[in-house]
């Protein structure tokens, strides 16, 4: 099976960093893209930054120059390191990838909350 599992978010003041990783299992992530969305109470999911088969990636407009994500694939995990968080940056980051025949698979995310 194939499972996600976000980490690294916090209570952090702005200008702070957090760098989440999204642990994946079942599955290489050396082989596959993976983006990072978020969610605020309220609001629509949304994405944040993705990074394709090919480690190509692209990023919203908000994530643009503060936020990068990569792959790790000796820990086969994928890291948004996050720079000079905002208020607006608070929601709860989730990792997702598409598993081909797994089907679509969502970790459970992981809280920031960014304190002005």
């Known amino acids: 099976q194939v499972h996600l599992v976000e980490s690294g978010g916090g209570l952090v003041r702005a200008g702070e960093s957090l760098k989440l990783s999204c642990a994946v299992s079942?599955?290489?992530?050396?082989?596959?893209?993976i983006g990072w969305y978020r969610q605020a109470p309220g609001k629509e999911r949304d994405v944040v930054a993705e990074?394709?088969?090919?480690?190509?990636?692209r990023y919203a407009e908000f994530a643009k120059d503060r936020f990068t994500i990569s792959k790790d694939n000796a820990k086969n995990t994928v890291v948004l390191q996050m720079n000079n968080l905002e208020p607006e940056d608070t929601a709860v980051y989730l990792c997702?990838?598409?598993?081909?025949?797994?089907?679509?698979?969502w970790g459970q995310g992981t809280q920031v909350t960014v304190s002005p």
């Open positions: 997702s990838l598409d598993a081909g025949s797994k089907g679509i698979v």
């Open positions: 990074i394709g088969i090919y480690d190509s990636t």
């Open positions: 079942g599955i290489s992530v050396s082989r596959e893209g």
